[in-house]
Nanobody
Framework: QVEVAESGGGLVQAGESLRLSCTAP????????MAWFRQAPGQEREGISC????????YYSDSVKGRFTISRDNTQNTMYLQMNDLKPEDTAMYYC?????????????????WGQGTQVTVSS
């Protein structure tokens, strides 16, 4: 059973935008902290953004702060990542992650549910 699933990746040029979506139809969505991680070839998985279950907490890594915006729609069991001003160094597989309650946004081991990933490629 797929608990979370990402969509919205693609190939864009530097400076363009993409919006990623993550759906979690089987979860009690508003009880879950939701996060975005990314992993480029040969690199560790990096926590880049997350949003708390209460929607009062958001986190952004320095690498995406000011360019990416995370949001969630609890009525649709969906989380979004609006990515603007994309750069070639943003090229990676992007993963959605979820876990119950409060979680540390940059610690992958804190999250139980993971999607299969969606590829984002930014050309220069």
């Amino acid at each position: 059973q797929v608990e979370v699933a990402e969509s919205g990746g693609g190939l864009v040029q530097a400076g363009e935008s993409l919006r990623l979506s993550c759906t979690a139809p089987r979860l009690s969505f508003d009880d879950y902290t939701m996060a975005w991680f990314r992993q480029a070839p040969g690199q560790e998985r990096e926590g880049i953004s997350c949003i708390g279950w209460s929607d009062t907490m958001t986190y952004y890594s320095d690498s995406v702060k000011g360019r990416f915006t995370i949001s969630r729609d609890n009525t649709q069991n969906t989380m979004y990542l609006q990515m603007n001003d994309l750069k070639p160094e943003d090229t990676a597989m992007y993963y959605c992650a979820a876990d119950l309650g409060d979680r540390r946004c940059t610690v992958a081991a804190d999250f139980e549910y993971w999607g299969q990933g969606t590829q984002v490629t930014v050309s220069s």
